[in-house]
Structures are given as structure tokens and as C-alpha cells.
């Protein structure tokens, strides 16, 4: 039979997450590990004069950034680097036995000191997979520095030098308190010139990277930050350490004043956790959630006042603690103890620092009621015959050819159910999204698997089709789809306006 297509200009939605994020706190947790009385850390009483405060500032919390050298020993084949590589030698001479010798890779990044008995924060991956440490502070010495403790999760690592006298060291100051505008300097060690003093403003706030960190909220600054600067502090103009900077935006490899920092409020409960467990530890809600915007449609086909929370989207197969306490997918997650939820950035955080064992009140909106329900939060771990097709134009036999919907979808047959481990009347497949439509725009991609449309059930693509043409121009629908990742399959809610 000849495979028909159906064509559809069409917008939808993609992408989820499960939850758990940035990092749990508690008041012993909290305890000022400092050395009250014997040593005051690094600080300004309060915010100086810019005549002479960048100087100040930099003088003052010069002593407590560090320099951090590191090594690491690697195995490198013989045939590394061969432009004929292994096919040559197997050719010519059988298989090859490649000889492997050791090489010693170096590596450069900075830290600030934060306790006087040596306790130093930097970024994970300025010492992950390191055999050598060795520290230099601003005075020449150099230290051997053993690793505490170290967090992938938001790429914040914890180290220890034992000195003969206490250290100079700078004070945590609150992020939060932090302005858009807001005068700030970084110090560190950018290829490698320890001590080196930038100075900008804070940018912006709440930035998120995924791809740099799960748990990103990142602080951005037009300081300059080069490589060499990870896990050096970003400092208010009181001298509070107010971020660590991490990384750069660039197309060159070098600034050009987008730089990011983690900061302290996040920093802070990684800290001390490192330091009395020698780990994070995360609170796990158990839900999947749909991660893309929240739009008018979708408010009021889930019955919420305005458009926010979060959709759950499924339940965590895995001893969910939301889907214990009665939280159901299709459920919108509005309030999390009592504060807001905005966004599925602000849940991961307000999770994430839950502590696990503990009991949490979440308030959802279900098809329109709210409802509270009392969760134990767990701890987040690291780690057939073929149907009758026919091909439709939504924009056929219309004047109005922009913009776009631009969707291709078409039946599920038993081959394409039998390779994703589905049944045929799941839905309907999304064969092609065109780039620059509104299908594009609202996240669909090929292969997805679109289920319902306004709380229908979608069975053929004809009924979709229908579905489309009989909405009136400007009218929004809201569409259910999920999409096949190996074994697992994750839902996803979006809305369309027809043009």
C-alpha cells in the first residue's frame, strides 16, 4: 500500500525533566564552620566609595583566591595520532598490539579560601579526575590539597590544605541581595596569570544552562572571564564572595562579557553539605513534568486563573513519593511549602532543597479544584494490519498561506509500533516539523507521538486533521504528545494557535 502523508501547519510542544535540583539545607547544616573570635573573614563593613573601591575591594580579598595546579595521569596509544590509525597496521601486518605509555596531563583553574583552617570551594571540573592537586596562595606558597567532597550536579567541588597558621579567607555573602547593575570584580587566574582583577556588573539573574550544570541558576556578568578563572569568586563591592565564576559564552574561546557565576545561594548549602556529609543530598518528588511554557490555552484547559506551575506530566515508576501521597499526571503543581511555582526551574529548586525524609505540602490544580496533598520527599540518586491513509493539506484550498503549522504527521503502523514498543491506536506520528513553523516554534519534532488534542483522544490522523480545519482562526487547541527515548517514554503538554 502506498504510504500517504498527512500535511498540517500546526504548533507543538516537547521536552520533560524529572525533579531535583540545587541543594538542601537545614539549620545544623547552616552552622558557621569558621573559626568565630580567633580570625574575621575578608570583608567590607559595608559598600565603598567607587573612587576607590575597586582597589580596595581587590586588595582585600586578594589573599584569600588561590591558585589551583592540577594533574592527572592518562594511557595514550602508540597509534594515537597515526594518520593511518588502526586499518593500516591490520592490513598490512594483522592486528596490531598498540603499546601504551603514560603521559601527564596538566590543567589550571582558581579558588577561594572560605574557612581559616584551609577550606577551599572551586568548580568540579577544575579537579575532576585529578591525581595532583597543588595550591598556591597569593603569598607564593604552594600546598597540597586533598579533595572533600565534589557535586557534578552544579559543578561546585570542595577542597582541604593544611597550613602551619590560619588562613586568610573571604566570607559567603548573599546572592540573593544581588542587583541587576550591581558593581562586581572577579578574581582568579586566567591562563594561568594568578591574581588577575576584572571588574563589571551583575548582567542578569536566574540564568539556566542545563547543558553546564542540572541545577543552573547562574549569575551573568560582563566582568571579563577567561579560562583559567573557574572557581574563582565574583565579589560584591563589600567583598563578599557573592558567586563562583564557571564559565564563559563565546565563539572565540575568549571573553566577550557574557560570563557566568554559580551563585552563593546555591553555593552555600553545597558547601556545608560537603562538609558534614561528605555529599548533596536531594529531595526526590518522583514526577516527570512538562517543561515547556505554560500558555493562555493551556491555563484555562487545566483550569488554572492565569498561566503558571508546573504540569506532571507522569509519575516516577520508581517508588514515586508524589504518586503515594495521591499526585496524579495531568496535575498542575502551583505551590510547593508555600511558595509559588512558577516555572520547572523554580520546582527542581525548591525540591532540591528539601532535605529527603522530610514532609512537604504541595498544592496542585486538578481540572480546575485545588488540592493539597503532604509529601515524604525520597533522596535523589545520582545517577497489525496497516490503517487506511489518505493525505491532507490543512492549508489547502485556503488564501491564507502564512504562517505556517508546517506538521507532516500519518497513521502508526505495526512496523513503526512494533520499533518503538507502542500500540498503533497510541496516537499519530509526527513525520516532519518544517523550520520556521509554528509546529517548530512549539517544540514538536519528528517522531513524536501526538495522543490527544483538548483531552480527546487522537487515534488516526484524520481525525486530527478534522479537528484542525473545524477551529476557527485565532483559536487555540491544546495538544497531549510524548516522545520515545530508548525504553522510556516522556509526555509533554503545548497549545497551538490557528492562524
Not at 24 to 44: D, E, H, R, V
Not at 121 to 133: C, K, R, S
Not at 329 to 347: C, H, S
Request: aromatic share 8%; hydrophobic share 40%; charged share 25%.
Amino acid at each position: 500500500m502506498k504510504k500517504v502523508r498527512i500535511l498540517i501547519p500546526f504548533l507543538v510542544m516537547a521536552l520533560i525533566v524529572g525533579v531535583g535540583i540545587g541543594s538542601m539545607t537545614t539549620k545544623n547544616i547552616l552552622a558557621n564552620t569558621s573559626q568565630k573570635g580567633k580570625m574575621q573573614p575578608l570583608q567590607f563593613s559595608k559598600n565603598i566609595n567607587l573612587m576607590e573601591g575597586f582597589s580596595k575591594v581587590a586588595q582585600l580579598i586578594k589573599p584569600a583566591v588561590v591558585n589551583i595546579n592540577v594533574k592527572s595521569r592518562v594511557k595514550i596509544s602508540s597509534f594515537h595520532g597515526f594518520p593511518f590509525g588502526d586499518e593500516f597496521f591490520k592490513k598490512f601486518f594483522g592486528t596490531p598490539q598498540p603499546q601504551f605509555k603514560d603521559y601527564v596531563q596538566r590543567g589550571i583553574g582558581s579558588g577561594v579560601i572560605v574557612d581559616p583552617s584551609g577550606y577551599i570551594i572551586t568548580n568540579n571540573h577544575v579537579v575532576e579526575g585529578a591525581d595532583e592537586i597543588v595550591v598556591k596562595t597569593a603569598d607564593k606558597k604552594e600546598y597540597s590539597a586533598e579533595i572533600v567532597g565534589t557535586d557534578p550536579d552544579t559543578d561546585l567541588a570542595v577542597l582541604k590544605i593544611k597550613a602551619s597558621k590560619p588562613l586568610a579567607y573571604a566570607k559567603l555573602g548573599d546572592s540573593d541581595k544581588m542587583h541587576v547593575g550591581d558593581w562586581v570584580i572577579a578574581i582568579g587566574s586566567p591562563f594561568g596569570l594568578s591574581q588577575t582583577v576584572t571588574a563589571g556588573i551583575i548582567s542578569a539573574k536566574g540564568r539556566v544552562f542545563l547543558s553546564q550544570s542540572l541545577f543552573s541558576d547562574f549569575l551573568q556578568t560582563d566582568a571579563a572571564i577567561n579560562p583559567g578563572n573557574s572557581g574563582g569568586p565574583l565579589v560584591n563591592m563589600k567583598g563578599e564572595v557573592i558567586g563562583i565564576n564557571t564559565f564563559i559564552e563565546s565563539r572565540t574561546g575568549g571573553n566577550i562579557g557574557i560570563g557566568f557565576a554559580i551563585p552563593t545561594s546555591m553555593v552555600k548549602n553545597v558547601y556545608h553539605q560537603i562538609l558534614k556529609y561528605g555529599k548533596v543530598l536531594r529531595g526526590r518528588l518522583g514526577i516527570y513534568m512538562n517543561t515547556l511554557p505554560m500558555t493562555e490555552a493551556m491555563a484555562k484547559f487545566f483550569g488554572l486563573k492565569k498561566p503558571e506551575g508546573v504540569i506532571v506530566t507522569d509519575l516516577d515508576s520508581n517508588n514515586s513519593p508524589a504518586k503515594k501521597a495521591g499526585i496524579k499526571a495531568g496535575d498542575v503543581i502551583v505551590e510547593f511549602n508555600g511558595k509559588k511555582v512558577d516555572g520547572p526551574d523554580t520546582l527542581r529548586k525548591l525540591v532540591a532543597n528539601t532535605p529527603p525524609d522530610s514532609e512537604a505540602t504541595v498544592k496542585v490544580i486538578r481540572k480546575g479544584k485545588e488540592l493539597t496533598f503532604k509529601v515524604k520527599l525520597a533522596e535523589r540518586k545520582l545517577v497489525a494490519l496497516a490503517k487506511n491513509k489518505k493525505s491532507f493539506d490543512i492549508d489547502e484550498n485556503t488564501s491564507k498561506k502564512k504562517p505556517e503549522i508546517g506538521l507532516v504527521v500519518e497513521d502508526i503502523s505495526p512496523q513503526i509500533a512494533d520499533q518503538l514498543g507502542i500500540k498503533e491506536d497510541e496516537g499519530i506520528i509526527v513525520q516532519e516539523v518544517k523550520p520556521g513553523s509554528i509546529a517548530e516554534d512549539a517544540g514538536l519534532n519528528k517522531g513524536d507521538i501526538i495522543s490527544e488534542v483538548n483531552g480527546k483522544k487522537i487515534t488516526s490522523a484524520i481525525d486530527f486533521v478534522n479537528i484542525i480545519k473545524k477551529l476557527e482562526s485565532g483559536k487555540s487547541v491544546v495538544i497531549k504528545f510524548y516522545r520515545v527515548v530508548g525504553r522510556n517514554k516522556y509526555t509533554f503538554y503545548t497549545s497551538i494557535k490557528k492562524p
